[in-house]
């Protein structure tokens, strides 16, 4: 079957990401390239309002490797998108132009919605969904996205402010949590998510599967994993699939109560674990704890899949895809 190779540049708030695909009529996308730097940008721009001089800097160097990548790769189409830290930065629109200059092809500021859209179509792509309405999650460095839908439709979408990046940025956390902290991000979580519940309020059937992507949620469930392995003794090397693994709501009050007492040497140690998402892991697992009980959710189920996927099947206006 004929393919299209597509590269997809996401712009991220804790990372610059370029994701290469061949990409097929029935929605397949096979793997061809992926390249990824942590710059952090939504830490910073919490902080300060702007994206500083030297993170400008070392992104428009990182937007370049990444562009001589897929130009390597031999790309048939070309998308780059940026969104939270840059879509709030004071001059996000000026590095924008940087980097639009080095990609020579605009980059698609998108706005919370839009986000949230994109999210959706990559998750209900990734895992099972059924013929009954789902709610996504996407737990983001700069934002949190949320869609409601169907395998055929996406019903209504919301974009809150619960990115890790930015609630560290926004508190000024240390290496670990303490108590005032751990009751603060909850206290932001519950208020922030209030837009999500209330989209749930007009689909409450939404609530009985709930799929999160992103890469805290991806790195809590090779956590879940990792524990579950050494408790059993049992297990094999490699980095472990996620994709459809269950994080019941429990399990995740177990996480955010353990990693909120460790400091980052304390959660390096642990399995599963990888150093560029220990610094910001206590956070997400406690806004991804609050957010199961403020929706009265009974737990999450893991997608690989996310707004890069869900920006390929999109620009080529593809089905809903095939894993």
Do not use: Y
């Amino acid at each position: 079957m004929p393919t299209v190779r597509v590269a997809i540049f996401d712009l991220g708030s804790s990372s610059f990401h370029l994701m290469v695909v061949d990409a097929s009529r029935d929605g397949r996308l096979e793997p061809v390239l992926r390249r990824r730097s942590f710059l952090h940008l939504g830490t910073e721009v919490a902080r300060t309002g702007g994206v500083p001089g030297d993170r400008s800097a070392l992104a428009v160097r990182t937007v370049k490797r990444l562009h001589v990548a897929a130009e390597d790769a031999g790309a048939d189409v070309v998308v780059a998108l940026a969104t939270a830290a840059l879509r709030d930065a004071a001059n996000g629109t000026r590095l924008l132009a940087r980097m639009e200059r080095i990609l020579g092809s605009p980059i698609i500021l998108l706005s919370g919605e839009e986000e949230a859209r994109l999210c959706f179509l990559g998750q209900r792509a990734g895992v099972w969904v059924g013929d009954r309405p789902v709610l996504g999650l996407d737990l983001g460095g700069g934002s949190l996205e949320a869609g409601i839908g169907t395998i055929d439709t996406v019903a209504s979408v919301a974009s809150v402010a619960l990115g890790t990046a930015r609630i560290r940025g926004e508190l000024d956390t240390g290496e670990r949590l303490t108590p005032g902290e751990r009751a603060t991000i909850g206290a932001l979580t519950a208020e922030r998510a209030d837009p999500i519940a209330k989209m749930l309020a007009d689909t409450p059937d939404a609530a009985d599967r709930v799929i999160a992507s992103g890469g805290t949620v991806r790195a809590l469930a090779r956590l879940a994993m990792g524990l579950h392995r050494s408790a059993s003794r049992t297990g094999s090397s490699g980095t472990p699939s996620v994709n459809q693994v269950e994080l019941p709501a429990d399990q995740l009050h177990d996480l955010a109560d353990r990693l909120s007492t460790l400091d980052l040497d304390a959660r390096m140690a642990l399995p599963g674990i990888q150093a560029r998402r220990a610094p910001l892991l206590p956070i997400g697992a406690v806004v991804l704890s609050t957010l199961v009980d403020r929706l009265d959710l009974r737990g999450l189920v893991v997608s690989e899949w996310g707004l890069r996927e869900g920006a390929v099947l999109d620009c080529l206006a593809l089905p809903a895809g095939l894993r």
